[in-house]
């Protein structure tokens, strides 16, 4: 009851984050994850009977993601105060937060890793 729902992603102003951190998680991250993935697992030869994933690919990325996200998260503040005027940037941050956290989930069950769903 501390802040008001989630509006829908349609109604959240993106141009309200304004932290380059912000922006090179979008940019480096959320954007490029589908290219990483598609990278990973090159396209087969109709003449080659094997074919090489490289999961190295995916790890290298989170282990970026996992950085670059744990600076921003512990210098970024996304929770703030309940104030009427916070609540545009804190709904564009909180959208950020969850699609990062589907990214990790996504990388980790590419590499049949189990994540936790809470702590």
């Known amino acids: 009851g501390v802040y008001p729902q989630l509006p829908p992603v349609d109604e ?29 697992v090159p396209t ?15 790890c290298c990325f989170l282990f970026s993601l996992s950085h670059k996200f744990s600076s ?19 709904f564009a941050r909180l ?3 969850k699609a990062l956290q589907q990214i990790f989930q996504n990388c980790l069950e590419l590499l049949n890793v189990s994540y936790l769903t809470q702590m």
């Open 12 to 40: 959240v102003d993106f141009n309200l984050l304004r932290e380059e951190d912000e922006w090179e998680l979008l940019i480096s991250f959320i954007a490029t994850f589908p290219t990483i993935v598609k990278d990973t």
């Open 44 to 58: 087969l030869a109709a003449t080659s009977q094997s074919f090489v994933i490289h999961t190295n690919k995916i």
């Open 72 to 90: 921003y998260y512990g210098r970024v503040h996304i929770l703030g105060e309940s104030r009427t005027h916070l609540f545009p940037t804190m």
């Open 95 to 97: 959208y950020l937060m």
